[in-house]
């Protein structure tokens, strides 16, 4: 059974283009969230899906939104890419009153 | 809001001592708690939860933790470290639903030295 996964491992941008990075929940898990992880840090909160709809959401601008596909997979885009982006970007993917589990990240790095 | 404080960012300890790491949470409602570790350039793994019922929790590789409701508390420990078990470790805390939020802290890097 395949865990969480994530795509791509790493990514390399400029500042001011505009990133789509992917995850694929755990078999059977409906419920995908993500955070950012800047280096050195604890993860941050940034919005969670679950029916295909953002059901929560942390303290990040309109720049980061998201998506949730029918077979539960999501993707993360961050517009207008700032340096403060570069960070370790994780999905977590659960069930309905489970804790969530994460996959091994997306290092993105802007310059 | 919900808020974790992990009360050390290091803690360096030699194999086979004993060890604890703390973790204070702040919330106005009923939480459930966890401790994650992460190993170098890998995502985190979930180490154990507190969710309802017994206040002292147990993991599989012989690590565990107290929930502690008067003093806002879920501090981690072990009796005998090893070597493998030098990684970060993040306590979090949700409100909510196990599912819901999680609030992380900023970590704490356990080296265990030979």
């Known amino acids: 059974d395949a865990g969480v996964t994530q795509s791509p491992t790493h990514l390399i941008k400029t500042r001011g283009q505009q990133v789509t990075l992917r995850c694929s929940p755990k078999?059977?898990?409906?419920?995908v969230s993500w955070y950012q992880q800047a280096l050195g840090q604890g993860p941050q909160f940034i919005f969670q899906y679950y029916e295909e709809e953002e059901r929560q959401r942390g303290n990040f601008p309109d720049r980061f939104s998201g998506h949730q596909f029918p077979n539960y997979s999501s993707e993360l885009n961050v517009n207008a890419l700032l340096l403060g982006d570069s960070a370790l970007y994780l999905c977590?993917?659960?069930?309905?009153?489970?804790?969530?589990?994460f996959g091994p990240g997306t290092r993105l790095t802007v310059t | 809001a919900q808020s974790v404080t992990q009360l050390d960012s290091q803690v360096p300890v030699f194999e086979e001592a004993p060890v604890e790491l703390r973790c204070n949470y702040s919330s106005s409602v009923s939480v459930y708690l966890f401790w994650y570790v992460q190993y170098p350039n890998q995502g985190l793994q979930l180490l154990l939860k507190y969710l309802s019922g017994s206040t002292l929790v147990e993991s599989i590789n012989g690590f565990e933790a107290e929930f502690n409701k008067s003093q806002t508390s879920f501090h981690l420990r072990k009796p005998s470290v090893h070597i493998s078990d030098t990684a970060e470790y993040f306590c979090a805390v949700s409100e909510g639903g196990s599912n819901y939020k999680l609030t992380f802290g900023k970590g704490t890097l356990l080296t265990v030295n030979p």
């Open positions: 977590a993917s659960s069930l309905p009153g489970y804790e969530q589990y």
């Open positions: 078999s059977g898990h409906d419920t």
